[in-house]
């Protein structure tokens, strides 16, 4: 059974810095994808970043690069989001996800987290 699950979430004012991190278990293919995505409320769910498990590769939102940085640690099995300069539009639930390909769009990801919520005061 695949489980993913964020934590790291909270409140930070404007220009501050979060950590998240996703755990992810049970997870079979050899090579995948994993990514955050954030939705805030009345919006559309929005990819952030992805990186692939295997090689290493990493892309980002336009609306986070030079800001976020995406990393994972293969003998934890946990995925990371560091974000720095945050900014109020940032605020969103964060959600993780594992899927076989290297996207950014949520309909080809297989398996969600729960969910972690950012907010960013100004």
């Known amino acids: 059974q695949v489980q993913l699950r964020e934590s790291g979430g909270g409140s930070e004012q404007a220009g501050g810095s979060l950590r998240l991190s996703c755990a992810v278990s049970?997870?079979?293919?050899?090579?995948?994808?994993m990514a955050w995505f954030r939705q805030a409320p009345g919006k559309e769910r929005e990819g952030v970043s992805c990186?692939?498990?295997?090689?290493?590769?990493?892309r980002y939102a336009n609306s986070v690069k030079g800001r976020f940085t995406i990393s994972g640690d293969n003998a934890k099995n946990t995925m990371y989001l560091q974000m720095n300069s945050l900014k109020p539009e940032d605020t969103a639930m964060y959600y993780c996800?594992?899927?076989?390909?290297?996207?950014?769009?949520?309909?080809?990801?297989?398996?969600w987290g729960q969910g972690t919520q950012v907010t960013v005061s100004s």
């Open positions: 996800a594992a899927g076989p390909l290297f996207t950014l769009s949520a309909n080809l990801f297989n398996y």
């Open positions: 049970g997870y079979t293919y050899s090579d995948y994808c």
């Open positions: 990186i692939s498990w295997s090689g290493g590769s990493t």
